[in-house]
């Protein structure tokens, strides 16, 4: 039962997909002004937009790194 409750969980979070903004109207104006300006904003909000995702999935490498590691130790041993 758990499956298709996940199952209908998906379907309904598809079907109600809408459209959106990928950014705020003002940080896209800056940008905008900025590049016209030949200015490097643009180029430093990539950069921060980079770093930021690149956080979780370093968190996520180390943690399934140490439970790979864990895990073939008790293979290992036992």
């Known amino acids: 039962m758990k499956k298709y409750s ?3 969980v ?4 598809a079907i109600c997909v809408t459209d959106v903004s990928a950014q705020c109207p003002m940080c896209k104006t800056a940008v ?3 590049r016209e ?3 490097n904003a643009a180029n430093g909000l990539n950069n921060g ?3 930021l995702l690149a956080l979780p999935y370093t968190i ?3 943690f399934g790194g140490l439970w790979f590691i864990n895990k073939r130790k008790k293979v290992q041993t036992s």
Request: proline share 0%; charged share 5%.
């Open 6 to 8: 996940v199952l209908i």
């Open 10 to 13: 998906l379907l309904v979070l």
């Open 32 to 34: 905008e002004s900025a």
């Open 37 to 39: 300006n030949g200015s």
């Open 49 to 51: 937009i980079l770093y």
């Open 60 to 62: 996520a490498a180390v």
